[in-house]
Nanobody, 116 residues
């Protein structure tokens, strides 16, 4: 059974940093397009960042460009999201998603709360 487990969330003050991790089992992140999606309270899901299967391309939504960095460690089968200069509007549950062909897998999410 495929599992995607996020970790690294927490409570941080404005301007602080967090590094989220998404570790997969029974699924090779290096063979998939990996995405971070977040959902703030009372809002719909928002695509945040993605890294393609080969790792040659990374993408960010405009609101996090220059502050967030997505990366992948194939040896650890883990995808990361380094988040710097955090703002209260970054508060959300962050989910990782893996896409390989027609298969899509989600993690359970990790809460990020940024206090003002």
């Amino acid at each position: 059974e495929v599992q995607m487990v996020e970790s690294g969330g927490g409570l941080v003050q404005t301007g602080g940093s967090l590094k989220l991790s998404c570790t997969a089992s029974e699924f090779t992140v290096g063979d998939a397009d990996m995405t971070w999606v977040r959902q703030a309270p009372g809002k719909g899901p928002e695509w945040v960042s993605a890294i393609n299967r080969g790792g040659s391309n990374v993408y960010y939504t405009n609101s996090v460009k220059g502050r967030f960095t997505i990366s992948r460690d194939n040896a650890k089968n883990t995808v990361y999201l380094q988040m710097n200069s955090l703002k209260p509007e970054d508060t959300a549950v962050y989910y990782c998603r893996g896409n390989r062909f027609t298969n899509v897998y989600w993690g359970q999410g990790t809460q990020v709360t940024v206090s003002s």
